[in-house]
């Protein structure tokens, strides 16, 4: 059964819409993760460890325009929030001319994008004056070898010039994000942390997910939230919890100096009761969990003729059907949990990866 909420949300427009509708546990939709690729410029081992990919094919990848249609008729719905992500997002040519399509829906308060950083010094300044709000660049390792052993391209200095040069055109604070994955970089969770503050950026300590494309996940390798912590507090002393009235996935805290930073611990305390969240693929399949087995075509009826209203009709029925808690059944698992899926299985259809539904 859905349930309808009170909303502030406008339409296009600029008109508010009475209600936004609830899935069955009670969560509106209020985040779209948008990916613009499935290409990527790097080939991180917990997300792209293979040597071959099925790619989507060209034809079906959403113009910025019909992108935008979608976008609106998301926005109708509820959503106020977009991340741009991949692949990488910033291998989509002239991506900043959709950032200003999407920058100029005033429903729209928080227009965000997910980065390797890479290709951010040549691009940082004109997404900044297309209206791009935040960025988050991704950043496992400050050593060179370990770059290019966990991501095999040797393009660390890339990354952190793609960093200074966000923070040169006033992505401020700038998120950076680090996967932690045990015997490959918890060594460097000071490291991390401490560029980070010198930046006055925030860095968020992500643990390792067993989803589509982590195809050599282990339990093992996990550092778990609690353990994050203790290494942190041992050696910054006492850190406090800052409440969070949102629902960001990334619980924060500070060190006793004041340096905030986060913690996302999908894999050992999953944030599924409050998930407004839900991802668009390149090609226009509307997937509403990070592990949900299949999605809901949007391009077809898009290209199809299907107007605002059916679109939004068809949201509508999708939205408040939604079960998925994800993350949460497989923590259930407990001892069983191994890896989400083999390469096989990503092979024959790659929209369970990773890299395919953005992050
Ligand atoms: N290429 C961009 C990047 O790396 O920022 C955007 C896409 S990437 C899929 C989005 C995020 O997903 C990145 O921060 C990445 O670290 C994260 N990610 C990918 N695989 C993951 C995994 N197995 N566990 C945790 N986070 C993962
Ligand atoms: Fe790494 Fe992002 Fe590319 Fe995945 S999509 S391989 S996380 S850079
Ligand atoms: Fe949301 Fe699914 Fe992630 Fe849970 S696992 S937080 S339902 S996307």
Partial sequence: MSTLLPSKNLLPGGERTAVTEA??????????????????????????????YTWLPSRDILSFEEISSLVDVFCGFG???VRLTGGEPLLRRELHRLVRLLSEKPPLKDLAITTNGLLLSEQAAALKSSGLHRVTVSLDTLKRDRFLALTRRD?????????EAALRAGFAPLKLDAVIIRGTNDDELFDLLEYARERRAEIRFIEYMDVGGATRWS?????????????????????????????????????RDGTVFGIIASTT???????????????????LCLYAAGGTDLKHPLRNGAGPKELRELLSRTW?????????????????RQALLGQDALRGNPHLEMHTRGG
């Fill in 23 to 52: 899935d069955n546990f009670g969560r509106p939709l209020r985040n779209l993760r948008l990916s613009v690729t499935d290409r990527c410029n790097l080939r991180c081992a917990y997300c792209m460890p293979e040597e071959e």
């Fill in 79 to 81: 959503v106020d929030k």
């Fill in 155 to 163: 393009a660390l200095s890339g990354a952190l010039e793609g960093v």
């Fill in 219 to 255: 339990p093992e390798q996990v550092v778990p939230r609690e353990e994050l912590l203790a290494r942190l507090e041992q050696r910054y002393g006492q850190i406090e919890p800052l409440p969070e009235r949102t629902s960001a996935p990334a619980e924060r805290f500070s060190l």
């Fill in 269 to 287: 305390a999953p944030f599924c009761g409050s998930c407004d969240r839900s991802r668009l693929t390149a090609d226009g399949i509307w997937y």
């Fill in 320 to 336: 408040t059907m939604r079960t998925d808690r994800g993350a949460e059944q497989r923590l259930s698992m407990r001892d069983k």
